[in-house]
Nanobody, 115 residues
């Protein structure tokens, strides 16, 4: 299983970015999938999640109303649309899937929001 993120970068506060996660060796229609982030000096935290079978979504309170997680119909691509970005959103963002009891992580993509 491989997860590869892309789409990170530098953006001004109030701007938008869309992160992508491409999966190989698994399908995002299985298990749990989602996005995490880790800021310098802080623990990794969940940002958004999707239940593979039902497609239901959950969000951290800090991003509700600003971020949207989605996946393609073929279930091999997942996105995180991030709007109204704040300096506090600066972090490395990781794609994650939990399938058949195993955790898989992408390599991470840096998002930096300048205030």
């Amino acid at each position: 299983v491989q997860l590869v993120e892309s789409g990170g970068g530098l953006v001004q506060a109030g701007g938008s970015l869309r992160l992508s996660c491409a999966a190989s060796g698994t399908s995002f229609s299985l298990g749990l999938v989602g996005w995490y982030r880790q800021a310098p000096g802080k623990q990794r935290e969940v940002v958004a999640g999707v239940t593979g079978v039902t497609g239901s979504t959950t969000y951290a309170d800090s991003v509700k109303g600003r971020f949207t997680v989605s996946r393609t119909n073929d279930k091999n691509l997942m996105y995180l649309q991030m709007n109204s970005l704040k300096a506090d959103d600066t972090a490395v963002y990781y794609c994650h899937t939990l399938v058949f009891g195993k955790d898989y992580w992408g390599q991470g993509t840096q998002v930096t929001v300048s205030s």
